[in-house]
Structure formats: C-alpha cells, structure tokens
T-cell receptor, first 112, second 114 residues
Framework: GDSVTQKQGQVTLSEDDFLFINCTYS??????LFWYVQYPGQGPQLLLK?????NKGISRGFEATYDKGTTSFHLQKASVQESDSAVYFC???????????FGQGTKLSIKP | GPKVLQIPSHQIIDMGQMVTLNCDPV?????FYWYKQILGQQMEFLVN????????KSKLFKDQFSVERPDGSYFTLKIQPTALEDSAVYFC????????????FGPGTRLTVL
C-alpha cells in the first residue's frame, strides 16, 4: 500500500552546517508532498509544499525537492541555526485521498 | 499562519470514562481531521470529516470513537469508553480543500488514561 519512509531518526549538526533529510515513498500515483516542523509541546507547522507541477518549494531558507524518478523528496538548508532545532516530518497526500501520511520524523539537534 | 485551537491542552481520565476533545478549526476551512501521536512516534491519521460526514477513517478509529461538528461549533472527538492505549497526543487539523491543500494543525491535547 501507500507508504512513506524517513530513515534518519536523529541528526546532530553544528551551526552553519548543511542540512539534508530524505524521504522516500511508495505509491502508484503522484502525491503532493509536505514538510512539517514540530517544536516541543506544539503541533506540526507547515514548512513547505511541493507538487508534481513545481517539483521544488522554498521557505524560510529551507528547500524541498521532489524526484519522481526515485520516488523521493528531500529537505535541505544551506546553513542551519540553533533555532532550527526541532522534529521534521515529511508527509504526503495521495491523489484520491485527503489524509496526510507522515514519515517517522527526524529530530534535528544543533550544537551552538 | 492560520490558527487552530484545541481545548483542553491536557486531560487525565480514568479508564472506561468518556472524554471529549474539542477543536476550533480555521474559520473558513471545510475539511477537518484528527491525528494521533504516541510519545516519540510518528503522527497517524484517525479520521477526516466534511459536510457533516466522516469521509475516511483508519483502523485506529475504533468503534468507541466518534466525531461531530454540530452547526459550526467545535469539531469534537469523543471516546467512550476510554482504554489505556488511548493515551496519546491528539491533534486536530483543518484545510480549505482536499489533496493539495495545506492542513493546519492545532497544538494538541495530551490525553492520559489511567
């Protein structure tokens, strides 16, 4: 069935390091892709949306890219800051559904 | 961004009792959702709701669960009776449309079943 996999459970970086988080999905249709960020004690906040039409989204210094060929999409940021410490979730909505299917989440810790 | 509110933020309840979780979605949104997150684990879809009806529910949405939104008031998730495995954080979300429309989440209600 439809699924999404986010293998990096935890990433620890220093300030100004490059961030790369990858998700892969399995489906017979082309989904719309989202990245959400969740801070402790809060609900997920929408960070980026990427559709098959644009293949890329940019927001707040983060960039998400959609690769239909490898059924993967990744989140990257050129230079992380301590304030970026949070849990990042990839999520998908498939063509004929409304529910979000979330990845397992990646906890990003930034050393000052 | 658009705000979704949830009341209460934390609820502690004895097993077997009834609980109602309340959600105040974004005012012009038409689609409503509940998700469940057990501590440290991924977010899982429970149910979505549109035009007064459940559109889709997952296997986590047990018979003891029900949702409603009477006349534009709170969108509620009721669990009756509660079980120990219902302890989790429940997030409400809303969206203007389906599929490619963004879902906006509330801060969650932490439910503890003793």
């Amino acid at each position: 069935g439809d699924s999404v996999t986010q293998k990096q459970g935890q990433v620890t970086l220093s300030e100004d390091d490059f961030l790369f988080i990858n998700c892969t999905y399995s489906t017979t249709t082309y989904p719309t892709l989202f990245w959400y960020v969740q801070y402790p004690g809060q609900g997920p906040q929408l960070l980026l949306k990427v559709t098959t039409a644009n293949n890329k989204g940019i927001s707040r210094g983060f960039e998400a890219t959609y690769d239909k060929g490898t059924t993967s999409f990744h989140l990257q940021k050129a230079s992380v800051q301590e304030s970026d410490s949070a849990v990042y979730f990839c999520a998908l909505v498939f063509h004929n559904q409304g529910k979000l299917i979330f990845g397992q989440g990646t906890k990003l810790s930034i050393k000052p | 961004g658009p705000k979704v509110l949830q009341i209460p933020s934390h609820q502690i309840i004895d097993m077997g009792q009834m609980v109602t979780l309340n959600c105040d979605p974004v005012s012009n949104h038409l689609y409503f959702y509940w998700y469940k997150q057990i501590l440290g684990q991924q977010m899982e879809f429970l149910v979505n709701f549109y035009n007064g009806k459940v559109m889709e529910k997952s296997k986590l949405f047990k018979d003891q669960f029900s949702v409603e939104r009477p006349d534009g008031s709170y969108f509620t998730l009721k669990i009756q009776p509660t079980a120990l495995e219902d302890s989790a954080v429940y997030f409400c979300a809303s969206s203007l449309g389906q599929v490619s429309y963004e879902q906006y989440f509330g801060p969650g209600t932490r439910l503890t079943v003793l």
